[in-house]
């Protein structure tokens, strides 16, 4: 199972950016999906989780109503539409994928990890 993350860029505080993230070689609909972001010096976190079907979500409170986690299983890709982006969004952003199916947060229920895209907001 490959993932491939894009999307990533910079931009000023106050703006948008939306991530993409590909899935080849599994079954995606299978998988729940979720967000990871690691900033410098610090570890990797949560940002928003997906179900299998897009039934049910989770977004950590650091971003929670300004970041939307959705799925299209059609097209094996998740995403994550970023909005009032702040600096300390600026981290490297992965994207995962969890046999599990159901939302989950936890890194080690992740099986499969893409490479993480760089996002910069500068103040």
């Known amino acids: 199972v490959q993932l491939q993350a894009s999307g990533g860029g910079l931009v000023q505080a106050g703006g948008s950016l939306r991530l993409s993230c590909v899935v080849s070689?599994?079954?995606?609909?299978?998988?729940?999906m979720g967000w990871f972001r690691q900033a410098p010096g610090k570890e990797r976190e949560i940002a928003a989780a997906?179900?299998?079907?897009?039934?049910?979500?989770y977004y950590a409170d650091s971003v929670k109503g300004r970041f939307t986690i959705s799925r299209d299983n059609a097209k094996n890709t998740a995403y994550l539409q970023m909005n009032s982006l702040k600096p300390e969004d600026t981290a490297v952003y992965y994207c995962?994928?969890?046999?599990?199916?159901?939302?989950?947060?936890?890194?080690?229920?992740?099986?499969?990890w893409g490479q993480g895209t760089l996002v910069t907001v500068s103040s």
């Open positions: 070689g599994g079954t995606f609909s299978s998988y729940a």
């Open positions: 995962a994928a969890s046999r599990f199916m159901v939302v989950t947060t936890a890194r080690g229920t992740y099986q499969y």
């Open positions: 997906i179900s299998w079907n897009g039934g049910s979500s």
